[in-house]
Structures are given as C-alpha cells and as structure tokens.
C-alpha cells in the first residue's frame, strides 16, 4: 500500500512536472532560482517567523496562500511541518546539457531506492564541489519529500538528471573525458592505496543501492571498482556516509591539482 502512495504521488508530480519543496532553507534556495517557486503555502506563525521569505515571495509574483495547521499538515505530510511549502517546477536538465559543462566531478547513482541517503549524496555532492548528479537505473525520485528535504535546497543548486539510462549515462560521461570509478565495498583495491584510480582526472563515482550493492554486469562498466577502507569493526558504511568519502577524496585531488 505504501508503495502504491508512492507511485501515485510520483505519477501525480511527473504529470504537473512540480514538486514540493518544505520549510525555509528549501524555498530560500528556490526563490534564488527565479521562476522556480511558483506558489507559496503558509500557516500564521510560519508567515510571522519568515516574513522576510513571504515578501521576497510576493515581490517575485509568487502567489502566497495562508492556511491552517491541519491543511499544512496535510500537504507536508511530516510530523511537524515548519509551517512554510513551496511549490516548486521540475529543476532536472538532460543529460547532454550537463556533460556538455565538462564538468570534472559527478555522482552517479544506480538503483538508490532510499530518498534520505539519494538526498544527502545529492548535498554532500553539492558541497564537495561536484558538477552535477545523475539518477540512474530505477533510483529514488530526486522529488520524492524525503529526499527533497535530506538534499537542504542542495536540489536547486548543481545540475540533476533524473531518469537516466545507466549505460547511455556512463557512455556520455566516458566520452565527455571522465573516468568513471565504482564504489564496491567488497572491491580488492582501496580508496587510499597506491594503483588506485587518479582521483586528480575528472571522475564520475558510481554508487548503487545500499542493500545489495553494484551487480556485477554494472560494475562491468565502470573504469575500476573501489573500496572505502574499515580500520575499526564497522560492518559498512552506508551509502551517504561511503559517497561523502569518495567525493571528497576527489575533490581534495583536483582542487590540489588546480594551478
């Protein structure tokens, strides 16, 4: 049942190409997108504590209706909302937009079912400097709410394919000159060991679903295959926790690399 609310929430945002976007950190992103936010729901105290948010709404045409606690509930749908949603438009570029901007760091993720950890790639993605992210291969929603919010207005800010065809995907970011490094955890070779990849080239890391991994025919496809090391008795990390390691790890070698 709960499968089946999802599948209609995400048929009915495809069908009006919006999603929604809660609380203040995500419409102040959006709002830097001009055009982005298109309506703006408030309750009375959500409206008195960001009335600075409100106006910069209303002074950009941003229709802005006031409703109550238990509608606001309703359409955010969380324990306890912030009092602030935005409607947002579809923020997605396709594919050849983004690897035309040559961009020298991307995650790519592969059958991520889970919307906090698809969110939080996508942030962390954001803040290691990275020129974009893909959702490939049966991935979450990038507009699913929960990975709206993991994402903290990180979705409005680098550019995002969604519904990528993994091998088209990897084949376009090969030929835009990235490597593209899979993270395995049971891959031979580690992250921080000399003959790993050079985390200095462009380099697109490809993640997949948490549970069960990269099958073998996608690991088939990318460059080489890389394990995040474990010093102490941790099974894993998770999949956030694992993508934080190695986006950084080259982001700290390109930017070293920078002249």
């Not at 408030?42 to 950009?60: I, K």
């Not at 698809?118 to 990275?130: I, K």
């Not at 990318?222 to 990390?237: C, H, K, R, T, W």
Request: charged fraction near 15%; aromatic fraction near 4%; include cysteine.
């Amino acid at each position: 049942m709960k499968a089946a609310r999802q599948l209609s929430k995400r048929a009915f945002r495809e069908r009006g190409r919006s999603f929604l976007a809660e609380g203040p950190q995500a419409v102040r992103e959006a709002l830097v997108r001009r055009g982005v936010l298109t309506e703006l729901f408030v309750t009375s105290q959500g409206a008195a504590r960001h009335a600075g948010l409100v106006r910069q709404s209303a002074s950009q045409g941003v229709p802005v209706h006031e409703v109550g606690g238990e509608v606001m509930a309703e359409l955010a749908q969380t324990i306890t909302p912030q009092g602030l949603l935005g409607v947002c438009r579809f923020v997605d570029v396709p594919l050849p937009k983004l690897v035309a901007a040559a961009p020298r760091l991307v995650a790519l993720l592969a059958s991520v079912r889970d919307p906090g950890n698809a969110g939080t790639v996508l942030r962390t993605a954001d803040a290691a400097g990275a020129g974009g992210v893909i959702f490939a291969a049966a991935s979450v929603d990038p507009y699913n709410s929960k990975c709206v919010r993991s994402s903290a207005g990180s979705l409005f800010h680098l550019p995002l394919v969604a519904g990528a065809s993994l091998v088209p995907a990897i084949s376009a970011l090969r030929e835009a000159g990235l490597q593209v490094v899979a993270a395995d955890g049971s891959a031979s070779c580690l992250l921080d060991e000399p003959g790993g990849p050079d985390l200095s080239r462009p380099t697109a890391w490809l993640f997949g679903n948490e549970a069960w991994g990269l099958p073998e025919d996608v690991l088939a496809l990318a460059d080489m295959a890389v394990a995040v090391p474990i010093y102490g008795q941790a099974e894993s990390l998770n999949l956030a926790a694992a993508a934080a390691v190695c986006l950084y790890a080259s982001a700290r070698m390109q930017r070293a690399r920078q002249p």
